[in-house]
């Protein structure tokens, strides 16, 4: 998992709550990522950053917010809006420049009831 | 829109077998292919990468993948099996643009028994 760190590695909520996930790297990549696992489903893009002050909306955005303040932070917020918020949550990183594979960090795995 | 395809959810080997999964793209232009391993409540590891080059890659652990353009494959080999082998294994190809987005299949399960 390299330098790449989420916390906590589980986390439980009750529904109607807003939780933030951590997401730290100290590889120095510019870029950074937000994914969402589902069983079957494969990883889905949530928010993507490639630079800090600036993010773009993946494919799932929707009941979802992240900041990029610092190069090495990029904290995922799951808000109430979240129809199913429960999930396994994955950050990863990539340098320009580069091949462009991913590193990702140990994932954080969301349950709300 | 870039796409892969992994039309296995389980490829079930014995230890010691060659495996093979499968992992079939959809790209305009030339595709940059990875790629990776997940086990149980972790994130991935990156295997392999095809950007350009020799059709046949080598990867981590001693995985390798061959790049066939006519048949718009990428499948991940292993010419013996081990059980410590059995995880999931997801393909990815990057999408187009400056974003360095890749975009994953849905998986496969490989489940290697002793």
């Known amino acids: 998992d390299g330098g790449i760190t989420q916390s906590p590695k589980y986390l439980f909520r009750k529904e109607g709550q807003n939780v933030t996930l951590s997401c730290e790297q100290n590889?120095?990549?510019?870029?950074m990522y937000w994914y969402r696992q589902d069983p079957g489903q494969g990883l889905r893009l949530i928010y993507y950053?490639?630079?800090?002050?600036?993010?773009q909306k993946g494919d799932i955005a929707e009941g979802y917010s992240v900041s990029r303040e610092k190069k090495e932070s990029f904290p995922l917020t799951v808000t109430s809006a979240q129809k199913n918020p429960t999930a396994f949550y994955l950050c990863?990183?990539?340098?320009?420049?580069?091949?462009?594979?991913?590193?990702f960090g140990p994932g954080t795995r969301l349950t709300v009831t | 829109a870039q796409s892969v395809a992994q039309p296995e959810d389980q490829v079930n080997v014995a230890e010691g077998n060659p495996l093979t999964v499968k992992c079939t793209y959809s790209?305009?232009?030339?595709?940059?292919l990875f790629w990776y391993v997940q086990y149980p409540n972790r994130g991935l590891q990156f295997l392999l990468k095809?950007?350009?080059?020799?059709?046949l890659v080598k990867g981590s652990y001693g995985f390798e993948a061959e790049f066939n353009k006519s048949q718009t494959s990428f499948h991940l080999k292993k010419p013996s099996a081990l059980v410590s082998d059995s995880a999931l294994y997801f393909c990815?190809?990057?999408?187009?643009?400056?974003?360095?987005?890749?975009?994953f299949g849905t998986g496969t399960l490989l489940a290697v028994q002793p």
């Open positions: 990863a990183t990539t340098t320009p420049g580069s091949s462009y594979e991913q590193y």
């Open positions: 590889l120095n990549h510019d870029a």
């Open positions: 950053s490639q630079i800090v002050n600036d993010f």
């Open positions: 790209v305009s232009g030339n595709p940059y």
């Open positions: 095809y950007i350009t080059g020799d059709n």
């Open positions: 990815a190809v990057r999408d187009g643009g400056a974003t360095n987005k890749l975009i």
